[in-house]
């Protein structure tokens, strides 16, 4: 039986190289910089940058004017394409970047969160034993049809797969059945967020809350904001997860993007690290979430002694490195082959909230 890889002949990155349309960047900071970069490691040139009406007020980026979409439009006619360099979840930011690729050629190109390289065709079938083993580790069709819309999205930038997938984030708790008695480790725990998420699920109900967070700020934000459990309830460490006790350089960057790096940041410091099983000291966790900027890998090794004596339910990021989408999966099925994985992609453009959920 062939497999959707066997179908797919070309990827985006081919086709930009190839094109003679001008080349628009939607959006400033570092995903257009990224974007700009891997266009030109393709022989691809930018040739414009735009951005939303209310957010063009005479700005420059990149030695270029950036121009309304209507300035586009009137430069160019329809001899252009649009590349969506920024991510959203708020849905009149989506439902704006899905009016404009009703008008327009638009695409969202992949290019990882951490790591280096892109997701070409070459790269799918350097891995393809890989992403087909991890495709038959799925427990259900919608979670087949996830893997092959995230893939297919990964090689094209065509945003419609994403849409065509989706499912709303609610359905994480359905999915692992989480009650009332959990003990929930959140690992890239952020401002508290998903902590409060999680207490407004099961109404203040749960055994014992354990949180990880490298970010300075962000974790005096997450004790201020559950000052209200003690401590003998909340167990908070200002360190990151991975797979030792250890120091590592640390970015910091606005929001979530904070994460281990190789090569001192201009913003940054050392932080602490910290596996899971040391945390937990041979204690046990039902639920552990990991959204930890690419470390993941690390961090479930940390998890390996607790994920082999008490099976918690896990929820991983897929969408930081190139190689999460396989290699995370076949990951977790070496640690305990009796996990049942769904994989879902809740409303995002691109696809940084696509999530392995596992009971």
């Not at 082999?308 to 977790?332: C, G, S, W």
Request: hydrophobic share 40%; aromatic share 10%.
């Amino acid at each position: 039986m062939s497999f959707f890889l066997d179908d797919i002949d070309g990827c985006l990155w081919d086709y930009l190289a190839a094109t003679q349309k001008k080349l628009v960047l939607y959006g400033m900071g570092d995903g257009a910089e990224k974007i700009r970069s891997a266009l030109q490691s393709v022989g691809a040139q930018v040739s414009d940058i735009m951005a939303s009406d209310e957010f063009v007020r005479g700005h420059s980026f990149m030695g270029m004017r950036v121009k309304k979409l209507s300035e586009i439009e009137e430069l160019y006619g329809n001899d252009f394409i649009i590349l969506v360099c920024f991510g959203s979840q708020l849905p009149e930011v989506m439902d704006r970047i899905y009016a404009i690729a009703e008008k327009h050629e638009l695409y969202a190109p992949n290019v990882p969160v951490v790591g280096d390289g892109l997701f070409t065709l070459s790269y799918a079938k350097e891995h393809y034993d890989e992403i087909k083993a991890a495709y038959e580790l799925m427990a259900d069709e919608q979670s087949k049809k996830v893997f092959e819309n995230i893939i297919r999205y990964k090689l094209s930038g065509d945003i419609s797969l994403l849409r065509e997938c989706e499912t709303p984030r609610e359905e994480m708790y359905d999915l692992l059945m989480i009650g009332a008695e959990e003990i929930y480790v959140d690992l890239g725990a952020y401002n508290g967020d998903t902590l409060v998420e999680f207490l407004n699920e099961t109404s203040m109900n749960f055994r014992k809350l354990y949180a990880m967070e490298p970010d300075h700020k962000n974790y005096q934000k997450l004790k201020r904001r559950l000052y209200m459990i003690g401590s003998e309830l909340l167990e908070a460490y200002n360190c990151g997860a991975w797979d030792s006790e250890t120091t590592m350089l640390f970015s910091l960057k606005a929001g979530r993007s904070s994460k281990v790096t190789e090569v001192a940041p201009k913003r940054g410091r050392e932080v602490k690290m910290m596996s899971v099983d040391h945390m937990l000291q041979g204690g046990e966790a039902t639920f552990i979430k990991y959204d930890v900027e690419g470390s993941e890998e690390k961090a479930l090794n940390g998890t390996k002694q607790t994920i082999v004596k008490f099976r918690p339910k896990l929820n991983v990021a897929l969408y930081h490195r190139n190689e999460d989408m396989f290699a995370i999966p076949l990951q977790i099925a070496q640690l305990n082959r009796k996990y049942k994985m769904y994989l879902r992609h809740h409303p995002y453009v691109p696809d940084w909230d696509t999530n392995l959920y596992c009971i």
